[in-house]
Each structure stands twice: as C-alpha cells, then as structure tokens.
C-alpha cells in the first residue's frame, strides 16, 4: 500500500515538474505580452521598439520551431528561412487574391492555415528522401532548399483573373490575362499590398500556440518517440519505433510552424520580397536556438528576443553596435556552455534547492510539534 | 514447439564467413547461452536475430513464424527484443520515460490527441506510469523513476535497458553481455535479476556472456562458437566439460 503511495507520489511530482516547466515559458510570454501593453497605453514607448514587436514575435516562433528540431528530434536544418518563405509568400498571395471578400480576421486565420500547411507540405516533400539518411546530410539539402526557393520565387510571376490563377516565371507579359486581371507576384519585387493584419496581440497569441503545439508533443508518446530517436537511433529501432516516421513528423511540424512565422511576417509589410529569407536569417534563428541552449524553449525565447532586439536597441552607439552584438554573443555562449559557468550554475542550484528544502522540513517539524 | 527455430544461418562478409551454418532451437521459458571467444561471431547472431543484418542464407522462426529478412521494427513487433553490448538508453530521458517508450507499440494514441490532450491521452499516459512503475520496481528502479537515464550508475543502466526492452512485451528477450563491466557481487545480483525475469514474466532467455560463472548459474543450455562455427552445443554441464570447449577458450 505505501509502496503504491510511493509510486504515485513519485509521478506526481515528476508531472508537476514538466507543468511548472510549461506554464514557466506560457507566464514568461504573459507577464512580457503585458508589461508591452502597459507601456503603450502609458505611452512609454519608442516608435522603434514598437515597430519590434511584431517581428519579435515572428522570431521567437521561428525560434521555437527550430528547436523542435535541432533540440528535439536532433537533426540540423540550415534552411528554416525557406519554410517561413514559403509560408509568407503563399498566405500573402492568398490574402491579396481573396481581398475584400472575406472579413479581416476570418481572412488572417485562413492565410495563417494556409502558410503552414504549404510549408508543411515543403517539409515532408524535402524529409521524405532525407530523413531516411543516417548523418547531417538534412543541414546540407535544407540549405540548398533555402536558396533554391528564393530564387525560384525571385522570378515568379503570379496574377489572379477572371479565369482563374495564372503563373510565370519569365515575366508579367507571359501571364496572358484578361483585362480585369490582377497581378500580384512581381518577380523580384515580390508582393505589395498585403493587408497589414499582424498585431502584437496575434503574434502573442501564435507563439502560444506554438508552444502549446511544441510542448504538449514533447510530453506525448510521439514526443517520446522522437527524443528516443535523438538519443540512440539504434535503441529506438530496437524497441519498434519507426525512427524516419518520427523525425519526419517533427520535421514537418517544425516546418508549418516556421510558415506560421513567415505569415506574420508577410502580414506586418507593405512590400514583401524574397531578400530577408536568406541563408543569414536561417542562421540567424539557429544561432537563437543555440544560445538559447539546444533543446530549452525557455531559452529559445529569450534568445530570440534580447538578440533581435539588441541590434536596434543599440543603434545609438553606431559603428560600435556589432561589436557589442558579438561580445553579447560570446558572453550568453559562455554562461550557457563552459564548464566554469555550469558549475557555478548548478552550485547555485543547489544552495536554492537546499534551502528552500530544509525551510520546508522546518514548516513540517513545527506543524509537527504544534 | 520450440519459440526460436534457426535452421542453416550464414551471413559473410566480402570473403568472411562471420556466421556459418548456424542452428538453434530455444523451446518456450528456457535460458540459453551463446559463448564463444571474442570475435566468434555472437553479436553477429543477435544482430541476424533482430534484423540489424540481413542472412545470406538460413530461416529464422519465432514462434512458427518466418521472420527471415524483416526489419528490426517488424521483429520488436513479433515479439524479439534485445539489450546491447555497449548500453544504449535514451541518456536525456528520465529513467521512467525509457521505459515508457519502450510500450510504444502497445499503448497508443496519435499525435493529435498528445497535442491537444484529449481524454485519452490522460488515461493512456496513467496506464503508463503505472505498468511502467510495475516494471522498474522488479529491477528496483523506481525510486530513481525521475532521475535521467544517463545518470544511473552503471549496474543499474544496464538493468533499465533489460526494463525497456521487457516492455515491448517480447516473446524472446536477447541480452548481449549482461555482466559486462560488473563487480562479483553486482554480476550475482544480476543473475537473481534474470532469473525472476525468466519466471515473473514467464520469458523466453537468450543470452550472450563471458561471465562463466553467471552462464554456468542460470544457463540450462549452451551453444558454443568459434570463428563463426558452432563447436557445441547442449545442456550446459556437458558442454562445459567438452575437450574441444576448454581448449577454443584456454587454448591447447
């Protein structure tokens, strides 16, 4: 009978342990969603930093659906630029075609639906064939995949009549339509006049829902399946799980999920080109997920923020700005990964821990005695 | 009717005939040793049995069913699992979830209802942990439930992984080496380990070990390689005793 307590008691706190850690990321994203609104209801804000918030929240996504990948199902994508390009590119033209016959919001959700099922689609079609591998060959095709559609969507033309959706990828003559036709892909000057219906509010709500997405499924069975796969392919096979179906699944999630990013992203612009997701930005959400700690949404989080915002944040101290940017760098790598700073860290763990325990054992000895 | 039937199994490699016409019957609830010095070619054979390697010639029966050339999934869903030489546990997991990932293929719900927590995952995961705890406690593991695999002492590792593969519901258990890099007190403790294995879950046992103190304990039957040919084979005491035996493993 105590012997059952016990092991329920042991579940019990392992499951409080993951909930703390969940609701830890959903508070973080709260408590930062309403200091913003506060300032700007007091009006305490830059036009800059305001002008952040959006794109803070495409990062943090984008961020978010990386780690799915390189921490979780542990394979390297170089190429997460391309998914949210994808994801951009068609939500913006979905919402440029429908126009003015849909409501704003009903519109907005179906162009969010639509980025991340395209991008998907684009993840499962590039994880098919590469997953099956064993070795970083993903990181290698990812990234030819990035420039590859950059460049395809660089000389895609696109235009929408009364007959129907016409494409091109010489130029805008070779459309053919109709004098009531639209153009709405220009090639290299991409799309302009997407409805500007990202918000601040919306993207918060996006990376909530990533993180539900990305969190309930690292706590699942096929979550577990897919950490099983990252930590011993062989183990995994061994005990029955099928190793591709499983990386492909979090590969194909992580995808829609940066196509998600992408149509916030096309949704805040006027002028939407293929120049922003390039190889640097695919880089750029790594090196948030790498800073951030492999693995850690938490630090995913907080990553993509400070170093998305730092930038602009020190744009008064001109030409000194990057170097600060890259000391900044060299310091979060530091603290997160030499083994100074991890002892020190877990050293302070512990007095932490301890404390707060034997404070707990006094509570217990005095409710105890009384 | 004998669980495994292996008739004629060869495997080579380029020139070398790493496994050469290999037999084996295993009736149900037995405990077999496969021996051999270094090199004779015994992983080789769990390898063939699991489906890591593919045979160039021979059938693999497990219970009358022909598993020859199947993957190594398809055969963990048959009913072989295995442990392997050099541990391999998912290092990052807790202990409990090890061995909860090895109930995949038995207790299921899809990706949709992890995601958005429908009923079923609730109840699903409670079975779980609860038969999953059933588990650990035989190898006196729960206590460590919470703690990450890869922090385990070593004995106790080695004792998860046999936990895990328990819990895909083997008919065969495969254990490569299970006393490998154990002191004598934790190799005897093992060999009461295996043992009530072999009689709580009613298990079929199929075992590879240099340990000839654990194989001449708990070992019924035997089967000797040498350089890829069987140079035995037979309840153990015999076994043990044959000329040819002493002199593959203390030469002439």
């Known amino acids: 009978m105590g012997e059952k307590q016990n092991n329920i008691d042991i579940i019990k706190s392992m499951r409080r342990k993951t909930l703390r850690k969940s609701m830890l990321n959903y508070g973080i994203v709260i408590a930062a969603y309403a200091v913003m609104q506060i300032m700007i209801a007091t009006g305490n804000i830059s036009s800059l930093l305001k002008g952040l918030l959006v794109p803070l929240c495409v990062y943090v996504i984008a961020a978010l659906s990386l780690n799915l990948v390189v921490g979780i199902s542990g394979e390297l994508s170089l190429g997460h630029a391309g998914f949210m390009c994808i994801g951009a590119y068609t939500s913006a033209f979905f919402s440029n075609a429908v126009g003015n016959t849909l409501p704003d919001l009903p519109r907005f959700i179906l162009a969010i639906l639509i980025g991340a099922a395209f991008a998907g689609v684009f993840g499962i079609l590039i994880g098919i064939p590469v997953l099956r591998l064993k070795g970083d060959y993903l990181a290698i095709v990812t990234l030819a995949f990035g420039e590859i559609i950059k460049n395809l969507l660089n000389v895609l033309y696109a235009g929408i009549d009364s007959h129907g959706l016409h494409f091109s990828t010489t130029s805008a003559m070779d459309l053919h339509m109709e004098p009531d036709g639209r153009q709405i892909i220009k090639g290299a000057l991409g799309i302009s006049g997407t409805p500007k219906n990202s918000t601040f509010t919306i993207g918060v709500v996006l990376i909530i829902v990533t993180l539900i997405i990305v969190q309930n499924l690292i706590n699942s069975r096929n979550g577990r399946a897919i950490m099983a796969t990252r930590d011993n392919r062989i183990a995994a096979e061994s005990i029955g799980i099928p190793v591709t179906r499983f990386k492909l699944l979090a590969f194909a999630i992580s995808a829609s999920l940066a196509g998600v990013a992408g149509v916030l992203y096309a949704h805040n612009l006027a002028t939407l080109n293929t120049k922003k997701f390039d190889y640097n930005t695919s880089i750029l959400i790594l090196v948030f997920v790498v800073l951030g700690g492999i693995g850690n949404l938490t630090g995913s989080i907080i990553a993509a923020v400070v170093l998305t915002a730092l930038p602009e944040m020190l744009r008064f101290l001109n030409n000194y700005r990057m170097l600060i940017y890259a000391i900044v760098l060299i310091v979060i790598m530091l603290f997160n990964w030499a083994p100074a700073s991890l002892d020190l860290r877990s050293r302070l763990r512990e007095k932490l821990f301890s404390k707060h325990k034997s404070e707990k054992r006094e509570e217990g000895e005095q409710d105890g005695n009384s | ?252």
């Open chain 2, 1 to 252: 009717m004998a669980i495994l039937e292996v008739n004629r199994l060869s495997i080579s490699f380029g020139g070398l005939h790493a496994v050469d016409d290999f037999n084996l019957s295993i009736e149900k609830g037995e405990m077999y040793g496969l021996i051999g010095p270094n090199g004779a070619g015994k992983t080789t054979v769990f390898n063939l049995l699991t489906g890591v390697y593919k045979p160039t010639e021979g059938i693999i029966r497990l219970d009358g069913k022909d598993i020859t050339g199947k993957n190594t999934i398809e055969i963990n869903k048959t009913g072989i699992a295995r442990t392997f030489q050099n541990i391999r546990l998912f290092k990052d997991m807790p202990v409990l979830d090890n061995v909860k990932t090895g109930f995949h293929n038995h207790y299921s719900y899809s990706t949709l209802t992890g995601i958005l927590r429908l009923p079923k995952y609730r109840r699903v995961e409670n079975t779980l942990d609860e038969r999953s705890m059933e588990i650990l406690k035989v190898f006196d593991l729960d206590k460590e439930a919470a703690l990450l695999a890869g922090n385990l002492p070593y004995g106790k590792q080695r004792k998860l992984e046999i936990a895990r593969a328990l819990a895909t519901e083997p008919k065969l258990l495969l254990l490569d080496e299970p006393a490998a890099g154990m002191n004598p007190y934790e190799t005897s403790e093992l060999m009461e380990t295996i043992r009530f294995v072999r009689d709580h879950f009613d298990m079929t046992i199929l075992l590879i070990e240099h340990d000839m103190k654990l194989v001449s304990g708990i070992c019924e039957k035997l089967t000797v390689l040498n350089f890829g040919r069987t140079l035995a084979q037979g309840i153990t005491s015999e076994v043990l005793s044959d000329p040819a035996v002493i002199a593959a493993y203390l030469g002439e």
